[in-house]
């Protein structure tokens, strides 16, 4: 259960940490090789990030990288077969992905490919709650959990609902807008926000979209966890292999370190 990574990060006195890796890029040794890097640095839950054409949540960093991994030939079976490798021997992985991959694959076919390739759950930004029951009851029956997302002009009512709904934690979004590190959350609204939830759910907040810095990580200390996306693929940009991993450790060790309380 995703869950039990926030008791955990919360009985150590600390935010649970979560990067944000595109499938494939710069090539899938090198996602292998992060996800290696990231479990062994510390990393609770890893976002594994399903390529798309058409990437409404997406910034232009995540965008680019997943056209440069769509370049690479890679898609949901590659994705799939990736985990399955990591599967054991690192963090939880989740799967983020769009919608229509998992269509055209199949509701309960993609649910029981996640089962067969280790997966934890999938989060699909795309898929209002009132369309997601399918997927939801699908997941379930593989005992996988779907993480839901509430943005900031979400109305309180539906934010319970998303909240009642939402498998293992609730995906908190900083601010309007698509994901991006070059333009940090505006804290005090976002405190706020999760306050907000606080009063209408117990389950575990996690916050996204713009945390880049260890100062943008110990703002965010009443939330359960963090993800960092966009700042992990500006930082290996150019390179691939042990250089990249270098790189993303570079980034990554720091905000560890700055989750704890």
Do not use: W
Not at 129 to 139: C, I
Not at 141 to 154: D, F, H, I, Y
Not at 220 to 239: F, K, N, Q
């Amino acid at each position: 259960m995703l869950s039990a990574v926030f008791e955990r990060a919360r009985s150590e006195n600390r935010l649970a940490f979560i990067p944000y890796l595109m499938a494939g890029d710069p090539d899938v040794t090198t996602t292998e090789q992060f996800i290696g890097a990231l479990s062994a640095d510390g990393a609770d839950l890893i976002e594994l990030g399903v390529p798309y054409s058409d990437p409404l949540a997406d910034g232009p960093t995540i965008a680019a990288a997943g056209q440069r991994a769509l370049g690479n030939g890679v898609g949901l079976l590659e994705v799939l077969a990736l985990a399955k490798r990591c599967s054991g021997n690192s963090a939880p992985i989740v799967l983020f992905t769009y919608y229509n991959p998992v269509y055209q694959f199949g509701v309960r076919r993609f649910a029981a490919a996640l089962t067969g390739a280790g997966v934890a759950g999938v989060i699909v930004p795309d898929l209002a709650l009132e369309e997601s029951a399918e997927l939801r009851a699908a997941l379930a029956e593989q005992g996988l959990e779907m993480p839901l997302l509430v943005a900031p002009s979400t109305p309180s009512g539906r934010a319970h609902r998303i909240a009642e709904a939402a498998g293992g934690f609730v995906y908190v979004v900083s601010r309007l807008g698509v994901t991006g590190a070059g333009n940090a959350p505006r804290f005090a609204l976002l405190r706020a926000q999760i306050a907000a939830l606080r009063a209408v759910t117990s389950k575990p907040l996690a916050v996204g979209f713009g945390v880049s810095r260890p100062e943008d990580v110990r703002s965010v200390m009443d939330a359960d966890g963090v993800i960092v996306g966009s700042a992990l693929i500006d930082r290996y940009a150019g390179t691939s292999g042990a250089a990249a991993v270098e790189r993303v450790r570079g980034l990554v060790v720091p905000l560890i370190a700055a989750t704890r309380r």
